[in-house]
């Protein structure tokens, strides 16, 4: 039976058309206990959802709908090392990585923990040496830069908690990421950097991915430039893959190779030695504190029931605005500038996950799920797109992230300056400004009967706009692990109960074919192929404004 067909997802929809007229601030006006009825704690971290327009009886329907699509079972399935990947026939078990008590199974049914256990045993001492300056370049000075070159997931989840989590002052060593393809990043780094004192941290899943062996074959040119010992070269390399061999025949010694698996997805890989550039920069207590963190989510998740579940209310609002309310995107947030990079790596996480159009069974889904997840440090976002959040015609559901203790407490002022916002921000797209309000508004203002009128539309906000808001009491490794596990559970829970799969990504593929043809015809000049007008157009304009270069 299509899903919406379902019982649950009938019930749903009737009770949307019930409940179109449903207002927060009548919500709110008829039970002032809101705010404890519609939230949820976890140690550092709380969820409030009180400001969603759904009621009690809405949350039973959704969780309905979960219990009708097995999510119960699909989490122990997740939890069990099942094979739920059935594209790539294999399980997604980074789960495993922040849990090695666990009995977790790989592809061939063999229990990871100690793999797990032996690559965190390798990244601890070289993350001492690299932060200790016994970690030396090929004149036997100590390096100080290194540089994360990856992309993606081999990259966002890194620079995010990096930046996260650093305090402002230096450290013994500096960390920069390098991630574009088109060569800026890595040209603007180098002419800064010293070729005797900068290693590169090589991270990417396959080790085949060309943004990446681009800007690391440009990194080993520059250090080449400067020593032509291929082996010293070398010294100066670190590679994270999956792909031993690759790294191998890429020059970077076994000891500096550090391993991960094919049941970790590359969205899902900063809890793997992805996140060594995290140890290396911020120390390795850091790293293992966001694994703790990761873990007490995992627990959760794997153990609260539905209406206690942070991760499935997430999940259950997620596929109430998106299939019952017609919202097509969300967004996020961070009322901290350390969460900058969130937007970005939840982004990621979302859409490459639910981007897909056909359920486990390869059939044609009748249902959205390619919500588009996008955000912003919010103060910068006020000055950009909240106007179209608080007064344009698409309703878009908001996380706003507060972090309580300021990270900087050399400047509290301004962090409360930033608290009153993003909690001011979410009243203001709740409670609106009504016709009435405008109007005394304008009438204290001075203005004639006339003019109140010809502005009262433009001026009026219309309100009732949902947000939940994620609280932190502070920004430690802990709960940084904890707020990104709980968005993976989150994603985890929707693609459940649409039955998709949330750990292939099939669809990157053909633009990465593609764009290899057309690399080869664009240095060669030729353009035999039978290309489309608007593509040999584009084609022929770039030759034409490049021609004498
Ligand atoms: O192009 C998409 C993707 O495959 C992501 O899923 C992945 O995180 C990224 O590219 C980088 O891949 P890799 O780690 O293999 O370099």
């Known amino acids: 039976m299509k899903l919406n067909m379902t019982p649950a997802w009938q019930a749903l929809q009737a009770h949307r058309n019930a409940t179109k007229d449903l207002n927060l601030n009548t919500l709110f006006a008829q039970s002032p206990d809101r705010f ?14 009180s400001k969603q327009l759904v009621t009690e009886e809405t949350l039973r329907k959704l969780i309905a709908l979960a219990e009708q699509q097995g999510l119960t079972d699909r989490i122990a399935d997740l939890f069990g090392g099942k094979k739920l990947n059935i594209t790539e026939d294999r399980p997604a078990l980074h789960t495993a990585l922040r849990d090695r008590s666990i009995y977790s199974l790989d592809d061939d049914g063999q229990a990871v923990s100690h793999e797990v256990q032996r690559v965190l045993d390798q990244m601890r001492p070289f993350v001492d040496k690299a932060r200790s300056g016994q970690f030396k370049g090929f004149t036997g000075e100590a390096i100080r830069d290194f540089v994360h070159i990856g992309v993606g997931g081999s990259d966002l989840g890194p620079n995010l908690a990096c930046q996260a989590l650093e305090s402002g002052k230096p450290g013994p060593v500096n960390m920069h990421f390098v991630s574009g393809m088109d060569g800026v990043q890595i040209v603007d ?13 090589i991270t990417s899943k396959t080790f085949t991915t060309i943004d990446t062996m681009a800007n690391a074959d440009r990194a080993k040119a520059w250090l080449k430039a400067a020593c032509s010992d291929e082996v010293a070269i070398g010294r100066q390399l670190v590679g994270i893959s999956t792909n031993k061999q690759a790294m191998t025949a890429y020059g970077i ?12 997805g590359g969205r899902y890989s900063l809890w793997s030695s992805v996140g060594l550039s995290v140890a290396i920069y911020l120390g390795m207590h850091v790293f293992e504190d966001m694994l703790h963190g990761a873990y007490i989510a995992d627990q959760h998740f794997r153990t609260a029931p539905m209406e206690q579940n942070i991760p499935v209310i997430m999940a259950l609002l997620h596929v109430w605005y998106l299939n019952f309310c017609g919202c097509g995107s969300r967004v996020v947030l961070p009322y901290t500038n350390c969460l900058k990079h969130l937007p970005d790596y939840l982004q990621q996480l979302e859409m490459e996950s639910c981007g897909k159009s056909v359920n486990v069974r390869g059939e044609w889904l009748d249902v959205g799920t390619s919500a588009v997840i996008w955000g912003e440090f919010g103060p910068n976002g006020q000055h950009a797109f909240y106007q179209s959040l608080h007064q344009g ?3 878009v559901p908001a996380d706003f992230i507060l972090v309580c203790k300021p990270p900087r407490p050399e400047n509290f002022d301004q962090h409360l300056l930033s608290v009153a916002n993003c909690i001011a921000q979410s009243q203001a797209l709740m409670t609106g400004k009504s016709e009435d309000e405008v109007r005394m508004q304008l009438k204290q203002e001075g203005l004639d009967n006339e003019h109140i009128e010809s502005l009262l539309p433009h001026r009026m906000y219309p309100g009732n706009r949902p947000s939940s808001t994620i609280v932190l009491d502070q920004l430690t490794p802990r709960n940084l692990g904890m707020l990104i596990a709980l968005y993976e559970h989150k994603v985890f829970a929707q693609s459940m109960i649409w039955e998709i799969n949330p750990f292939d990504q099939w669809g990157v593929e053909l633009g990465k074919q593609l764009s290899k043809k057309m690399f080869e015809e664009l240095q060669s000049g030729d353009t035999s192929s039978h290309y489309d ?8 304009l770039f030759r034409a404004n490049t021609q004498n270069q």
């Open 36 to 49: 404890e009825r519609f939230s949820r704690s976890l140690q550092g971290l709380k969820f409030d959802f």
């Open 189 to 201: 780094f180098l002419n800064q950097l010293e070729p005797e004192t900068t290693a590169f941290i």
């Open 253 to 264: 010694p076994a000891s500096q190779q550090f391993e991960f698996w094919q049941w970790v």
């Open 393 to 395: 015609n698409q309703m």
């Open 533 to 540: 007008g608007s593509t040999k157009g584009l084609m022929q």
